[in-house]
């Protein structure tokens, strides 16, 4: 048994990468033809946070008991906090290797600031709020790495809503080339049994150029200079994995897998102007220019429902016992559930026609429901809105996005790219599971795969 | 992190090594240096070739104690679970180590004759006057007992306490809820 790699490539689509630019690229076209490929079902939803965690722990998002970035703390209306690698409570793969004496290097994986111990080393992801806190374990690692990358390791780029694309492309560019070149040199000078690296120069890029490529987005651009853009940056990503795939031995397995695809955001529903022209939402006082939503805007003794923006929908009922203000009588809250999603699933575009949006009750979806959940999530025109969570907009339809330039939404397959050489595989379906992930990982080094992980393993015992 | 020895110390060796194995688990999983030093991994190797078990057994844990000792000042952990029925014999390997944590792993009567111990074993078993942790594993359970452990090691300072703080700081989570904002998280 050899070592395993594994290369993670956040938002990376199956669209593109299986089909489109094939044959442009080369190193990951050769794992797949050398082993296996398929589409990863995500998580719901399908963003980063819980996506990783869940891929990494084999649980989903009830049972790790956060549903995005951001979560309810409590029933009370401004309660709450962003879901750090401290609530994570389940165990992850490098967890269980490092049980096992398995040593790990972890790289850039979403949810690991702040930074825990294990046997190996970790560089945490861009939810650290910046380099001047620890963000690598052990501590030490972070001034290694900024001497590896020519001076100032980046964790991420900047500012990723700008109208200044050239100086996106650029940050872009470097933040990978950096991260790529000091993930090698940490993986090469020592002996780690597993590495994951995780790049975020996809999802950056699909969200900042999508509209240049794509000839089905409302504001493609047919004679943009950026119309290769995304394209030429998967081609130098192919380059940068190909470089580390020559660095492996025969014996190495890799994997390459993403947290969710993309597709086109045809635009945005501005789920609280909705709310409140269906009357669920009451503000106190409605602003004239566009706004952030904040509770303290909003009429509690008057509203039943308020949500939040993102690349799904959050939608958050105001319940009698239950939130301070409540309105809904708690006996009707399945019944007014009901009512609500068939609303919702109603949405029309700009034209009057059904968007096609879905809506998922958390305890129907998950295993388990733990801390508090939104009442109702969706997918506003199955993903091809993003949802706007401003009010004073003037419209439920907005076709430049609230917070900045924004391109492309989730979609909610990723890939899976995957060679065992010694190995032989089950029967691997056109689609799998984030939750077999984790599950293969240990199974690749012997370790006997936990009953309550979701996923199952994905290779026969003789590869190892 | 400075190296220590948990000795782990009761009548019935398969609950000492059931307990032994899930803390060895749980500092790896903290990323530390740990050995673990039972019957099992040092009996073929460091067992005299004496027929009387009593002479092997001290003998043997003679050996553990002085493998331990190395492993504690060379800042790995160290855990032992091996039997050690006297208590004076694990006073002296308490002196010659010094950062030394005993582990009392009770066991009633009933589940020692199922385990096949013997009345005479039982009655050889010297109990620790005061060991810094007490478990029994029938009652509390495995989980229960490893995380008493565990607080106990962290309170007297030797393995860093798990943070159970959850929050960022104010500074830090305005920088990080700016940075959802600008990715579209949020």
């Known amino acids: 048994m050899g070592r395993l790699l594994v290369i993670g490539l956040d938002c990376a689509t199956p669209q593109l990468v299986f089909d489109r630019w094939k044959n442009l690229l080369p190193n990951l076209t050769g794992i797949g033809d050398r082993g296996r490929r398929a589409r990863l079902f995500s998580t719901v939803p399908p963003i980063t946070v819980p996506a990783w965690t869940a891929m990494m722990t084999s649980k989903d998002p009830g049972i790790l008991g956060f549903y995005g970035f951001r979560n309810r703390k409590s029933y009370e209306y401004e309660d709450l906090y962003y879901a750090n690698a401290k609530y994570v409570k389940e165990k992850t793969v490098w967890n269980y290797l490092s049980r096992n004496r398995k040593k790990s290097l972890v790289f850039g994986v979403p949810q690991t600031y702040p930074p825990k111990p294990l046997n190996g080393v970790l560089i945490s992801s861009f939810l650290a709020p910046s380099k001047e806190v620890e963000f690598t374990y052990p501590k030490e690692i972070a001034a290694r790495l900024d001497e590896i990358a020519d001076g100032d390791y980046m964790i991420d780029v900047r500012d990723f809503r700008t109208e200044d694309k050239d100086w996106l492309l650029e940050s872009i560019y470097v933040m990978t080339e950096k991260r790529f070149k000091a993930f090698k040199t940490l993986y090469f000078e020592d ?119 993102g690349y799904y929908a959050r939608l958050f009922f105001n319940v009698q016992g239950r939130e301070p203000l409540g309105q809904i009588p708690a006996e009707e809250y399945e019944s007014f559930r009901d009512t609500f999603i068939r609303d919702l699933e109603a949405i029309q575009d700009e034209n009057g026609k059904c968007i096609g949006t879905r809506a998922f009750k958390p305890e129907e979806i998950y295993h388990q429901v733990n801390n508090i959940a939104p009442d109702v999530i969706a997918y506003l025109g199955n993903l091809d809105w993003r949802s706007a969570g401003s009010v004073g907009t003037g419209t439920i339809h907005m076709f430049e996005n609230d917070t900045g330039p924004d391109d492309a939404n989730h979609a909610e397959e990723g890939i899976l790219i995957m060679d065992f050489p010694s190995g032989s595989y089950r029967q691997i379906q056109d689609v799998q599971s984030i939750y077999d992930i984790a599950p293969t990982i240990l199974d690749y080094f012997g370790i006997p795969v936990p009953r309550d992980m979701l996923g199952v393993s994905m290779i026969r015992e003789e590869v190892r | 992190m400075r190296g220590f020895t948990l000795w782990v110390t009761g009548p019935s060796c398969q ?172």
């Open chain 1, 191 to 309: 002996e780690y049994d597993f590495a994951i690296l995780v790049e975020m120069g996809i999802d950056r890029i699909h969200h900042g150029f999508w509209r240049y490529f794509d000839e089905n987005h409302r504001l493609y651009e047919p004679n943009s200079p950026y119309v290769n853009a995304i394209r030429d940056y998967y081609i130098r990503l192919d380059q940068l994995i190909g470089e580390l795939l020559q660095m492996l031995g025969e014996d190495d397995a890799v994997m390459v897998v993403s947290d969710h695809g993309a597709k086109t955001m045809i635009g945005a529903i501005c789920i609280n102007e909705w709310l409140i022209e269906k009357g669920y939402l009451v503000l106190k006082e409605k602003p004239t220019q566009p706004t952030r939503l904040k509770t303290e805007m909003i009429d509690f003794e008057k509203t039943t429902v308020w949500g939040e923006g």
């Open chain 2, 15 to 186: 609950n000492n090594s059931i307990l032994s194995r899930a803390i060895e688990e749980e500092l790896l999983e903290r990323g530390m240096k740990v050995e673990l030093l039972n019957i099992d991994a040092v009996q073929s190797c460091l067992l005299g070739d004496s027929d009387d078990p009593l002479v092997s057994i001290n003998e043997g844990m003679k050996s553990v104690g002085f493998i331990a000792h190395l492993l504690t000042r060379n800042d790995v952990v160290a855990i032992c679970s091996y039997p050690s029925p006297r208590s004076s014999s694990r006073d002296e390997m308490r002196k010659l180590i010094g950062r030394f944590v005993e582990v009392y792993c009770e066991c009633a009567l009933d589940n020692l004759k199922k385990q096949g111990i013997s009345m005479e074993e039982w009655n050889a078993y010297e109990k620790p006057d005061k060991p810094e942790v007490i478990c029994d594993l029938e009652k509390e359970g495995h989980e229960e007992c490893a995380h008493k452990i565990l607080k106990t090691l962290e309170i007297l300072g030797f393995i860093p306490p798990s943070d159970d703080d959850e929050a960022y700081s104010e500074d830090e989570e305005d920088k990080i809820r700016q940075r959802l904002q600008d990715l579209g998280y949020i």
